[in-house]
């Protein structure tokens, strides 16, 4: 009588562990961008509660009564949650939301910038005086020109 053998052999399980190594290898990195993307979404949420309320004055508004920078209603020089460091405007109402607690250099006090545009294919950008009493016809998000987020770091919804 042959005995049948049963089980796997030495290399059989070596090669295995070796495509669980590799796809392990793989995984990691992308898991962990993804989970900064995560955190990015809520420093984007932030930004966004600007928006509304920079919509509502450009709508209702006259270019006499036209806010200064910082002067919109919605900023916050304070962290506003764990992941926001501080939401700053412009005369024109372009929203500048900086990152914190992110755990990374390639965020933490770095920004991102959500801007009004008074055309749909974003070629032209709101003026406080020309543009009151219109809407704002699109939003554009991304990174801030200077001191941006990575654009690898924003949800795609925000890579300008």
Same mark, same amino acid.
């Given at each position: ?27 990691? @990195? ?20 600007? %928006? $509304? !309320?920079? !919509? ?10 036209? @806010?200064?920078?910082? &002067?919109?209603?919605?900023? /916050? $020089?304070?962290? *506003? /949650?764990?992941?926001?460091? /501080?939401?700053?405007? =412009?005369?024109? &109402?372009? #929203? ?6 992110? =755990?990374?250099?390639?965020? =933490? ?9 008074? =055309? #749909? *294919?974003? +070629?032209?950008?709101?003026? @406080? ?5 219109? +809407? ?6 991304? @990174?801030?020109? /200077? ?11 925000? %890579? &300008?």
């Amino acid at each position: 009588m042959i005995k049948m053998q049963k089980g796997f052999t030495l290399i059989e399980l070596m090669i295995v562990v070796a495509i669980i190594g590799i796809l392990a290898a793989i995984a990691l @990195p992308a898991y962990q961008d993804y989970t900064k993307r995560a955190k990015m979404s809520e420093v984007i949420l932030a930004a966004g509660a600007c %928006r $509304t !309320t920079i !919509t509502e004055v450009y709508q209702s508004g006259t270019s006499a009564s036209a @806010p200064s920078a910082n &002067g919109w209603g919605c900023e /916050s $020089t304070s962290a *506003t /949650s764990k992941y926001v460091a /501080s939401i700053t405007t =412009d005369t024109a &109402g372009t #929203v500048t939301v900086t990152a914190q607690g992110i =755990d990374t250099a390639l965020i =933490d006090g770095k920004s991102i910038t959500l801007t009004p545009y008074s =055309d #749909v *294919t974003a +070629a032209t950008i709101m003026s @406080p005086s020309n543009d009151f009493g219109k +809407a704002v016809a699109v939003w554009k998000c991304g @990174p801030a020109t /200077s001191n941006g987020v990575p654009a690898k770091f924003l949800p795609g919804s925000c %890579r &300008g």
